[in-house]
């Protein structure tokens, strides 16, 4: 058992869900082996992107272009992960036993079985700009206006670096204070749905035994050997891609 409060078979299936974004690596290998066999490199979906082409200059001249273009192709990939990893601790405590997964695309995440406690979860706590904060402030406050008996909590994984872990009632600007209206962050969040003031702590002592037994049982290839397939499909073309960015930012 990894750990106590979810089933090995769904912490895999979550982690499996996160892994599911490094097959975009294998998509921009197929794409570019299309776009080399028609001549048009940058119809790929490696070039798809809009590239500043005076701070791929800079970092060219830093690190070189083969390592830029594995850079470029990593940060693609990590921003692929990065959006999934909220949605990981939303399935991840959606699977402890007396708590519901409600889905993306439903008014909040996950809620308690009686329905007295509900969890909006975002992975850190700079992912809302005011603007959506303020949509999420009015989901809680409407969740507690319908159910008097419920607390919505407003959750964040990754927290401040000032405020590691906690939980208060959530005070915001031109809001009425309600003290069933709650934020939460940091190891408190895992802690208020598991029980365990160390279940955070726990996911992440055992998530790479999990990351590699799935990548195991799914047979996915070591990313890095992708990578370097890219890059060398690439190698007649680094002479242009410079000039070629700058033509399709600028002129094309």
Not at 204 to 226: F, M
Request: charged share 30%; with cysteine; net charge neutral.
């Amino acid at each position: 058992m990894y750990v106590e409060f979810i089933s090995d078979e769904h912490y895999k299936d979550c982690v499996r869900y996160v892994l599911n974004s490094f097959n975009k690596a294998k998509e921009l290998k197929n794409s570019l082996d299309n776009a080399i066999a028609k001549n048009a490199i940058f119809k790929s979906l490696l070039f798809k992107n809009k590239i500043d082409p005076f701070k791929m200059v800079f970092e060219i001249e830093k690190i070189g272009i083969k390592e830029w273009i594995r850079k470029e192709i990593l940060r693609q990939l990590d921003k692929s992960v990065e959006q999934k990893m909220g949605e990981f601790h939303q399935r991840m405590l959606g699977g402890v036993a007396g708590w519901k997964d409600l889905k993306v695309g439903n008014k909040m995440d996950i809620v308690n079985e009686d329905g007295t406690v509900y969890f909006e979860i975002k992975n850190k706590f700079n992912t809302s700009n005011d603007g959506s904060l303020k949509d999420v402030r009015n989901k809680l406050e409407e969740i507690t206006k319908t159910n008097h008996k419920a607390t919505a909590y407003w959750a964040n994984i990754i927290p401040n670096s000032t405020l590691k872990s906690g939980e208060a009632v959530w005070i915001k600007k031109n809001f009425n204070q309600i003290e069933s209206v709650k934020r939460v962050w940091g190891e408190k969040v895992y802690e208020l749905i598991t029980g365990d003031p160390l279940a955070l702590e726990k996911v992440y002592q055992t998530l790479p035994t999990v990351i590699a037994d799935v990548a195991r049982e799914e047979d996915i290839k070591n990313i890095a050997e992708t990578i370097n397939a890219i890059v060398d499909n690439l190698d007649e073309h680094l002479n242009n891609i410079q000039k070629q960015i700058y033509n399709q930012v600028f002129k094309n």
